[in-house]
């Protein structure tokens, strides 16, 4: 019910003109907000060619796309509103969206993602993304298309959407069909991009103190993370010794990035002096951010119903490639292979080409939403769970009325410098525990 959002009762104006400032509006109405906005969906086409997106979609030797739809121009909106819930704090810009790829020197390198483990392909009756990021999804190749040494484009081309999807479900495969519409969707609905249960408490007027859990790997998780430390929170990064996050062993400057200024604990989830830290780490926390499959989290003795039921002010923040209810509750996917299931999908203006959109776009989509979202319930107070899917928050961006206008200078990816080095793993382990024992 709207009574029951985090930001009910609120009243806030949002000043300024263009797509940008009325999709801010738009996310704090979803969050419940009383908002006065003038600002008319306009202009679109500026924040992809801003964002560095526009430049990192279509073929190598082509020219950048202009994307379908407003993703650019809703990030920076969130932003905005995000700044407008924390005050005077000094928040990243649209280019969010591509730094990473700045940072790793990626281009766009359509039907290919910019980092090439994502493929689009044409099967018999529609488009198709597999991901193969993991050495483990190349090896069930053959399971999936039940064809020894397959040639994707030609076994791909054969089959229908409907087959390749659910052996690659079966599997475990990241895998997505540009379409949006599917069972997982239709139990999902689309009301809002993500979904809250909860309810306020006492409302607080600043983010700090506030103690942030975060139990997520690799992009989006963490991009929430490092945005709330930004606005002044204080994030606890918490992996397994033995499976950290896989981010870690990749680019070290965009790791640095996301986790300077934070605190590293190590602990062993096998173990039940492991678990049992956890389960201390998450009751002490007022925002937990993590990015497991529901399963997940229940073999290592957390139940989230349970957290929250016991906690007064509590902040649980889900983020799944496809939501924690409905069918696929438990299929993966990634932020690239997530996009294209939403229906976001570019082609290039000579060839017709498919150009993937950008360098996983669902992940830092679903970051700033999720930042968003996570400052909106706890100034709100109160036990919250806010599930989001990285699919929903792409889909909410590409159903929206206005025109994308020109597109102008069409800007390269530009990284920002990180503010410092990310601890090493497990270097605050003891410390942080003996201070949550005390806490709790």
């Known amino acids: 019910m709207e009574s029951d959002l985090p930001l009910a009762c609120l009243q806030l104006r949002v000043p300024g003109a263009g797509a940008a400032v009325w999709h801010a509006a738009r996310m ?24 560095g997106v526009m430049a990192l979609t279509g073929r190598r030797g082509g020219v950048p796309v202009l ?25 990243p810009g649209v280019g969010v969206l591509s730094e990473r790829a700045a940072i790793m020197g990626l281009r766009r390198d359509a039907p290919r993602s910019p980092r090439g483990a994502f493929r689009v392909l044409r099967a018999a009756d529609g488009w198709v993304g597999i991901n193969l990021a993991r050495s483990s999804d190349v ?44 069972e997982q969707s239709r139990a ?48 606890v990064k918490v992996e397994s010794v033995s499976r950290p996050d896989g981010a870690r062993s990749g680019n070290r400057e965009f790791y640095d990035l996301l986790h300077a200024g934070q605190e590293s604990v190590a602990l062993d989830f096998g173990a039940p ?19 497991s499959r529901p399963r997940a989290l229940r073999q290592l003795g957390i139940d989230v119903d349970e957290v929250l039921a016991r906690a007064r002010d509590k902040v649980w923040v889900s983020i799944t490639a496809y939501g924690r209810t409905g069918p696929w509750a438990n299929v993966p996917g990634f932020g690239d292979d997530a996009a294209l299931a939403a229906g ?22 679903t970051g700033v939403n999720a930042a968003l979202v996570a400052v909106a319930c706890r100034l709100a107070g109160g036990a919250w769970l806010a599930d989001l899917a990285l699919r929903e928050q792409v889909a ?11 597109p102008g200078v069409v800007a390269a990816p530009v990284r920002r410098a990180p503010a410092g080095r990310a601890p090493e793993l497990g270097a605050d382990t003891e410390r942080v525990l003996a201070e949550v024992v005390w806490r709790c």
């Open 28 to 51: 704090l109405r979803w969050l419940g907000a009383s908002v006065t906005c003038e600002a008319e969906n306009r202009g679109s086409a500026e924040d992809w060619a801003a964002s």
């Open 67 to 91: 994307p379908p739809g407003q993703a650019a121009s809703a990030v920076r909106g969130a932003l905005l509103a995000l700044g407008l819930l924390c005050g005077d704090v000094a928040l």
């Open 139 to 182: 090896e069930l190749l053959p399971a999936w298309l039940e064809v020894a040494d397959p040639d994707l484009d030609r076994v791909v081309a054969r089959r229908g959407v409907r087959e390749l999807g659910e052996r690659a479900r079966l599997l475990g495969l990241p895998f997505a069909v540009a379409s949006g519409d599917d």
């Open 188 to 235: 999902r609905g689309r009301e809002r991009p993500f979904r809250l249960t909860g309810g306020r408490g006492v409302r607080r007027p600043s983010l700090v103190p506030t103690l942030v859990v975060d139990l997520s790997s690799l992009w989006a998780g963490p991009l929430c993370g490092h945005l709330l430390t930004l606005a002044g929170a204080r994030v």
């Open 273 to 291: 002096e492991g678990r049992a830290a956890l389960a201390r780490l998450v009751d002490a926390a007022d925002v937990v951010i993590e990015g």
């Open 344 to 365: 976001l999908l570019a082609f290039d203006p000579v060839t017709g080409v498919p150009a993937p959109v950008g360098d996983a776009i669902a992940d830092p989509v």
């Open 396 to 406: 909410a961006t590409l159903d929206v009325p206005g025109e994308p206008g020109p």
